[in-house]
C-alpha cells in the first residue's frame, strides 16, 4: 500500500477537483448554486432532452467502438477448451451467501406485511450475499479468495466504498440521471442508511475482478502498444486532468450533452494522478501489455451493473433513471447504452483498489 501521506494527497486533489468544478461552472454562469445542495436530494430540476434515433446511433457507435477490444476477447473465448484446472472445495460460507441471497431475493421483491418494517433495507442483504457467493467461488477456483487473503484491507473497502459512491450522488446532483423512490427519510436517517448500502458497492466490483482473474482469458499478454516518445506521461496527465475538469465545470451548465462525464471524468482525474505519482497495478498491466486485465476491471463493473438492475427493479427502495436522448430499449430500469457507463465505473473501482488493497498473482 503506498504511503498514507501519498493516498491522502491524491484523495484531497480528487476531491476538490469532483466537488469544487461542478460548483466553479455554475457560480461563473451565475447560477444559484442552492438546489444542487439540497439533502436530502428530492427536487426535480433538470429537465432531460428527448429520445433520438440519431443520438441514439452514434452513441452506441462510439461505444461499440470504445468497447472492440473486450468484444474481441469475449469472442475469444466462446468454444474454448482450455483446461479447469483443479478445484477446491467450496466454502461453507458461500452455501450461507447462496441461501441468504436467495432469501434476500424473495423478501426483496414480495410485500409481506410482517416485513414492512424491513422492506426498504434489503439491497445490504442481497448485496452481503452476494460478496460472499463471488469470494466463494474464487476460493473453489483458486483455494484463496480476496476477502481472506487480506481480510483488514478487505474490510477496509466498504468504508472506502461509501465514500466513493458519495462522489456519484454528488455528481449526478448536476445531470439527474436518477433519483430513489421509497427512500423518504429525515437527513440524518438518509445518510446512514444510504451509506451501508454504498459501502458494498468496492467490495463487489473487486471481487468481481478477483473472480474474472482467476480465468486465463483474462490472463494473457499481448504487444504493447506504448505512448508515444514525445508525449511524455506527465503531459498526458495534465491533459487529462485538465479535460476532466473543464468538463465538470460545464455537467451543470449542459447536462444533457455532458452526462456522460459522470462516468468517465472520474477515471480520467483518477489516471491522470495515478500517472503523476507512482503508477499502480493497472498502469503496469497496460505497459506490459496485459490489456486483458483492464477488460476484466471493466467487465466487473458491468456484471455487477446487471445485478443492481435486477435487483433493484422490484424492490421497494429503489432508483429510477431519467437519461437524456437514449431513454428508450430498458433492461429491467436502465436503458440499453446506460450499462456502457458500467465499463469505466470498473475502471475506477479498480484503480481505487489498486491503492487499498495489494495485487494477487
Known sequence: MKSFAEILSRAALMSLLLIGAPLLGLVAAGRPVAPYLEFPPHTRFVTHAPFSWTAFAVIGLLVLVCTWPLVRLVARAVGSTSPSGRRHAFPWWGWVGLLGGAASWVLAWNRWGWFAPLQPHTFPMLWAAFILVV????????????????????ALLFPASAVFWWFFEYLNRFVQNWYYTGADYPPVTYFTLASLSFATVLPAVLSVRELLLSF??????????????WMPAPLIALALLAVATMGLAGVGLWPDYLFPLLWTAPLAILLGLQMLGRRGPLLAALGDGRWPVWAAAALAGLVCGFFWEMWNFHSLARWVYTVPWVDRFHLFEMPLLGYAGYLPFGLECALIGDVLIKPTD
Do not use: D, E, I, K
Request: hydrophobic content about 35%; glycine content about 6%.
Open 216 to 229: 486465463s482469458l483474462f490472463q494473457g499478454r499481448y504487444r504493447s502498444r506504448h505512448l508515444p516518445q
Open 135 to 154: 469470494n466463494a467461488l474464487s476460493h473453489w477456483r483458486r483455494g484463496t479468495c480476496l476477502m481472506l487473503a487480506q481480510p483488514a484491507r478487505f
